[in-house]
C-alpha cells in the first residue's frame, strides 16, 4: 500500500465554525474523529500490567512492565522485536488469556463517553483506530455504547502503527478526506501514524505517553476535546456531577 501523505495544512483549531462544527463547512462527508482505544477511551493499564506479569512468570523475563509500556500502540510482534524477545507468538498467546481474564479492570476515562456522544450529535462520524486485536477491543467498544462507524485493528490489510495505513483505510470507511478528520491518540507512534496519513493530531493528556518532536495540541482532559474540535454544546440545566 503506497504511503498517501498530504501537504501541510492550515491549523484546524484555529477558527472553529460559527455553529460550533466542522460538520457545518459543506463539505460532501462529515469530519472524522479517529480515536486510540488504550489510554484514550479505556483505561486499560490494569489489565495490561496483569497481563505481563503472567507473561514474566510464565515465560521466565525479567522486561519489566514498564519496558513494555513504551511501546504502547505499535503491533504486539513489533514490541516483542523491539524488546528482543523471539518467541512473540507463545508470548502473544499468553498475553491474551491472561488479558481477557483481566477485561474486567479496564474502566473508560471519566467523561469520554459523554464528550464523545455530543461529537456525534454535533455531525461528526467517529471511529477508531487501535493497535489492540479487535476481539478484545470489541467488548471495550461495546461498554462506551457510542456509535463507531469504523474500528481499524491489527492483522488486516496494510501495516500497523506508526505507518499510516489503519488511519487511512478508516478515513475510506468513513468517506472523510484526511483533511476533514482528527486523530486523538497518546502515544508518539500515534502521532508519527497521523503525521504520515496528514491528519491533524491532538495528544491527550491524560494518556500514558508524551508527544514526539514539534509540540502537537495536547488536551488535557476528555472536555478539552470539545473546546478543540470546535464543538459547542447546546445550554442544559446544570446536572451535579454531569460533564456537559
Same mark, same amino acid.
Given at each position: 500500500m503506497e504511503t498517501f501523505v498530504m501537504p501541510p495544512q492550515p491549523h484546524p483549531y484555529a477558527s472553529p465554525s460559527p455553529t460550533g462544527s466542522k460538520a457545518d463547512s459543506g463539505s460532501e462527508a462529515p469530519p472524522g474523529l479517529l480515536l486510540d482505544l488504550d489510554g484514550v477511551l479505556v483505561d486499560t493499564r490494569p489489565v495490561m500490567k496483569r497481563a505481563w506479569h503472567a507473561v514474566q512468570e510464565a515465560h521466565g523475563l525479567g522486561v519489566p512492565f514498564e519496558a513494555y509500556q513504551e511501546h504502547l500502540g505499535r503491533p504486539f510482534g513489533d514490541i516483542m522485536g523491539r524488546l528482543g524477545l523471539a518467541n512473540a507468538e507463545e508470548i502473544h498467546r499468553t498475553y491474551t488469556e491472561a488479558s481477557t481474564a483481566a477485561a474486567y479492570l479496564a474502566r473508560a476515562f471519566d467523561g469520554i463517553t459523554d464528550v464523545l456522544l455530543a461529537v456525534a450529535a454535533a455531525g461528526w462520524s467517529l471511529g477508531v483506530v487501535t493497535s489492540k486485536p479487535l476481539l478484545r477491543a470489541t &467488548? +471495550? +467498544?461495546a461498554e462506551l455504547g457510542c456509535p463507531f462507524a469504523t474500528v481499524r485493528g491489527p492483522g488486516e490489510q496494510g501495516r500497523g502503527k506508526p505507518a499510516p495505513d489503519p488511519i487511512l483505510l478508516a478515513l475510506i470507511d468513513l468517506g472523510t478526506d484526511p483533511a476533514d478528520a482528527t486523530y486523538v491518540g497518546d502515544m508518539a507512534v500515534d502521532q508519527? @501514524? @497521523?503525521r504520515? @496519513?496528514?491528519? &491533524?493530531?491532538?495528544?491527550a493528556g491524560w494518556g500514558y505517553g508524551r508527544p514526539n518532536g514539534p509540540s502537537p495540541v495536547v488536551a488535557e482532559s476528555p472536555r478539552e476535546l470539545l473546546h478543540l474540535l470546535g464543538v459547542i454544546t447546546p445550554p442544559a440545566p446544570f446536572v451535579e456531577g454531569g460533564l456537559l
Open positions: &467488548p +471495550l +467498544l508519527e @501514524a @497521523a504520515r @496519513a496528514g491528519v &491533524p493530531y491532538i495528544h
